[in-house]
T-cell receptor, first 115, second 114 residues
């Protein structure tokens, strides 16, 4: 089942912050985050594995709440280059506590940063 | 280092025609994937492979076939093209199980069925 992302779209001015959420109704093993610019391929941002960890990459960080089956992507002090569509991809946990290795992607969140 | 290479980049097919979308990676990745992305939508998994000779269906496999005879290549075959298969097709690869490793995407093939 496809994870649900919110919001569907967000508009920012440079320097503002944003949060993008990804929720699943299934138990998750991991969450991937990707950014895609118009007409280009998705580009990997980060992976979060079950365990509730938080990761950071420059001014972009993310958290993963395994119990709530949710992940959030935090964009701090946004730059023009942050514009694009952000996708979460989720891998479900199986009965053995690992995963089958397939990702299911959300519908995407369109982020637009204006000067 | 080329990464994931997809050919062709663009193609227009007539209804009922067949074609093969090529995908090759030079990173010695075990896992390879085919996705389709419809306008304004997310990625949907068509087929994936965990190694040479091993393939499995994803969410939307109907109308497609795959084979994996080598680690490097993972072609996607469309038989009897239909307008519903108009989409952008992305091939991706990862070092091992996709859950713990990033997927590297090719630039995509934009396919129109008329």
């Amino acid at each position: 089942q496809q994870p649900v992302q919110s919001p569907q779209a967000v508009i920012l001015r440079e320097g503002e912050d944003a949060v993008i959420n990804c929720s699943s109704s299934k138990a998750l093993y991991s969450v991937h985050w990707y950014r895609q610019k118009h007409g280009e391929a998705p580009v990997f941002l980060m992976i979060l594995l079950k365990g509730g960890e938080q990761k950071g990459h420059e001014k972009i960080s993310a958290s993963f709440n395994e119990k709530k089956q949710q992940s959030s992507l935090y964009l701090t002090a946004s730059q023009l280059s942050y514009s694009g569509t952000y996708f979460c991809g989720t891998a479900r946990s199986n009965a053995g506590g690992t995963s089958y290795g397939k990702l299911t992607f959300g519908q995407g969140t369109i982020l637009t940063v204006h000067p | 280092n080329a990464g994931v290479t997809q050919t062709p980049k663009f193609r227009i097919l007539k209804i009922g025609q067949s074609m093969t979308l090529q995908c090759a990676q030079d990173m010695n990745h075990n896992y390879m994937y085919w996705y389709r992305q419809d306008p304004g939508m997310g990625l949907k998994l068509i087929y994936y492979s965990v190694g040479a000779g091993i393939t499995d269906k994803g969410e939307v496999p109907n109308g497609y076939n795959v084979s994996r005879s080598t680690t490097e290549d993972f072609p996607l075959r469309l038989e009897l093209a239909a307008p519903s298969q108009t989409s952008v097709y992305f091939c991706a690869s990862s070092y091992s199980r996709g859950v713990g490793q990033p997927q590297h995407f090719g630039d995509g093939t934009r396919l129109s069925i008329l």
